[in-house]
């Protein structure tokens, strides 16, 4: 089956700094659209950042200049580099792929999700 594994979440000071990882399998990924999303707790969840399979990339307000967003497809990986935390990215964030699974090769695009990475900003 398809599985997203994010990993590089925790702890950190207001001002610091965090790398998230999305490791992806079972999934082709140079044709998948990406993104991760955040959910805090009592919002709804947002889409953080995302990255379509050219490698065009777009950022929600609230973060724009404080991330970047990329992928390895030799990798299949998805990363966020995020900079300057604040407590408002506090939240539990998710790798999401829109895209085709390498073991039913009939079906078509569909949404996956990873287990989430919890992210908390704090002083």
């Known amino acids: 089956q398809v599985q997203l594994v994010e990993s590089g979440g925790g702890l950190v000071h207001p001002g610091g700094s965090l790398r998230l990882s999305c490791e992806a399998s079972?999934?082709?990924?140079?044709?998948?659209?990406l993104a991760w999303y955040r959910q805090a707790p009592g919002k709804q969840r947002e889409q953080v950042a995302s990255i379509t399979r050219t490698g065009s990339t777009k950022y929600a307000a609230s973060v724009k200049g404080r991330v970047a967003l990329s992928r390895d497809n030799a990798k299949d990986t998805l990363t966020l580099q995020i900079d300057k935390l604040t407590p408002e990215d506090t939240a539990v964030y998710y790798c999401n792929a829109r895209g085709r699974t390498i073991y039913e090769l009939g079906i078509g695009d569909r949404d996956y999700w990873g287990q989430g990475t919890q992210v908390t900003v704090s002083s």
């Open positions: 079972g999934i082709m990924f140079d044709s998948a659209d």
